[in-house]
């Protein structure tokens, strides 16, 4: 079964990073309890699943999560819940997304591959979802174009939770109190000011952590601007305004959550 982790298959967000490959706009595989768990996959996400050391077998997926429909977010969806139920033939696995990327009038996941999964579940604002062993709520829905959602998990060892694309809002922090690994989609270096663009700049992304105050963070889903100007140097600029360990996520990088949670 081995350890937990969270592999960064793809750190890339938003369209140019996505259309130019400047980063792979790949999602995240997190083990969790021994789950094998496959959040947002964006374009791509199937390749970088045999790119690393260690293969991460899609027929092994238990769940595939998408915090909402947009494609950096669930372009791989298809491919990846059709390979954790084995081709159809195998009734397995968990999906969840919002209701506009199942049921509205354009779905993201195919109708027909839904049969094949075992269980179908819509998120909502405060819901909460279990699987073996672990559960996770999406406490609040975010201010982005389409409906979408953070999650936080509730693992045996701790806690863990995902800041996804969203407009900075006052509230926002303290929905993920209390998360000891926090994980942030910062896409803007500095937000324009207009809220036709509703995603965090590094200056939300520092309320945040300064609320959070997680054990450690991670901050990844860049844009060009953040990319431009070297997403490390930024990371070290947030742990020491906040004085909270962050790392910015680079294609490939594979954390162990062993000492990232629980007792000091
Ligand atoms: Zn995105
Ligand atoms: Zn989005």
Redesign the pocket.
């Known amino acids: 079964m081995g350890k937990d982790f969270i592999c960064f298959l793809g750190t890339g ?2 369209r140019f990073v996505v259309f130019r490959q400047l980063r792979s706009s790949a999602g995240i595989w997190c083990r969790f309890n021994g789950l094998n768990i496959c959040i947002d996959p964006g374009p791509g996400t199937l390749a970088r699943c045999f790119a690393g050391e260690e293969t991460l077998s899609p027929e092994d997926l238990d769940a595939v999560i998408l915090s909402h429909r ?1 494609l ?2 669930s372009a791989d969806a298809n491919v990846m819940a059709e390979a954790m139920t084995r081709g159809t033939f195998h009734r397995r696995g968990a999906l969840f997304a919002p209701g506009d990327a199942l049921n509205g009038p354009e779905p993201v996941v195919f109708r027909y591959l839904r049969q094949s999964v075992e269980r179908v579940e819509v998120l909502r604002p405060g819901g909460r979802y279990r699987l073996e062993g672990i559960s996770f709520t999406t406490p609040v829905r975010h201010l982005h174009g389409v409906e979408t959602y953070g999650l936080y998990f509730s693992l045996p060892a701790g806690r863990v939770a995902f800041i996804m ?1 969203s407009l900075f809002f006052p509230q926002l922090a303290s929905h993920y109190a209390r998360a000891e690994v926090l994980i942030l ?1 910062v ?1 803007l270096f500095k937000h324009p000011g207009h809220h036709k663009i509703k995603h965090l700049d590094l200056e939300a992304a520092e309320q945040i952590l300064a609320a959070v105050r997680p054990r450690k963070a991670f901050i990844t ?1 860049f844009g060009t601007t953040m990319l431009d100007r070297d997403p490390p140097a930024l990371a070290a600029r947030l742990a020491s305004r906040t004085g909270v360990e962050v790392a910015a996520a680079e294609d490939g990088m594979r954390v162990e959550l062993e000492g990232l949670l629980g007792p000091c």
Do not use: E, L, Q, S
Request: proline letters at 0%; aromatic letters at 0%; hydrophobic letters at 20%.
């Open positions: 967000g938003a947009h950096d977010h694309d989609n896409v889903h």
